[in-house]
């Protein structure tokens, strides 16, 4: 099996310069370097650029996060995406980046499912943890540590980009795609986790769908997965809680009713919107 070629298109996060690879560290023309970690990420995320010492997921909710998935309960999830960056029709060694891909699973899970073997995947996170996870389960990948705020990739590199859950900025989405490339967003409808959230919270505030197309794209499909799927261990609950949100908005009576849980059937709803950026 040959290794697939690794995205190179990388710019330094304090002058946007383009970096050069020399050995084991990436160099910008103005002097500012940056070493591959031994487990083969590139932290691009300077201290200059941080809000917080160590932001993103903690160590604690990244192997929450790797236990869930693995346990197959998103599948779902993974199978949906895998199908839209199927539908793209992306050609050979296109470059396609995960902004905000955690532990790695969903770009794993379409590494190994898809038909075309030859894309250039990109992992970027601002969690360290993740990104540190993510590159111990897969090395060839390019895994790096960033923010969506400030990507550190070359304009107009990019072919597809998906965002999971994340935090989408979109002028810097279009500024990394190629004109007409694509953007994959991934939000949680309405009706997610509703059974979780009704345990946890007093009551539940409804969710009005005020999201409008953002400048510079054009919305091509919008597509809605729903199901259910079973918890059925408290550690999957546990872990579930812990991944998320929710964990820190819960009241602590709520957080009390989930902790006595052993079994638990929660909905998943989903919105895949896909766009197009305007050339």
């Not at 201290?47 to 998103?74: C, H, I, W």
């Not at 960033?146 to 990739?153: E, F, V």
């Not at 709803?269 to 197009?276: C, H, I, K």
Request: hydrophobic letters at 40%; one cysteine or more.
């Amino acid at each position: 099996m040959n290794t697939p070629l690794l995205y190179a298109s990388l710019c330094c996060p304090l002058d946007g310069q383009p970096l050069q690879q020399q050995a084991n560290s990436w160099r910008c023309t103005q002097g500012h370097s940056f070493d591959t970690a031994s487990q083969g990420y590139v932290n691009l995320l300077p201290v200059q650029k941080k809000r917080t010492l160590d932001p993103g997921d903690s160590n604690e909710m990244v192997g929450a996060r790797r236990r869930f998935l693995a346990s197959g309960v998103y599948a779902p999830l993974a199978q949906q995406l895998a199908a839209c960056i199927q539908e793209a029709n992306l050609p050979p060694s296109a470059t396609c980046l995960d902004a905000g891909c955690g532990e790695g699973y969903y770009l794993r899970y379409c590494q190994a499912h898809l038909s075309s073997r030859s894309l250039r995947w990109v992992g970027l996170d601002i969690s360290k943890w993740a990104v540190l996870a993510a590159a111990k389960k897969n090395g060839d990948m390019r895994w790096l540590v960033g923010s969506n705020a400030n990507l550190p990739l070359l304009p107009s590199t990019v072919d597809y980009a998906l965002c999971m859950f994340g935090f989408p900025v979109y002028e810097e989405f279009a500024r990394v795609l190629k004109p007409e490339g694509t953007l994959l967003m991934v939000e949680a409808g309405p009706e997610h986790l509703r059974e979780l959230r009704e345990i946890i919270y007093p009551e539940l505030k409804g969710k009005s769908d005020q999201w409008q197309v953002p400048d510079g794209f054009v919305l091509q499909q919008r597509q809605r997965l729903q199901c259910q799927v079973t918890l059925n261990s408290p550690e999957l609950i546990a872990d579930l809680l812990l991944m998320t949100p929710h964990l820190y908005r819960a009241s602590a009576a709520g957080l009390a009713r989930a902790q006595g849980l052993t079994h638990l059937v929660v909905s998943v709803d989903v919105e895949f919107r896909t766009l197009r950026r305007r050339p």
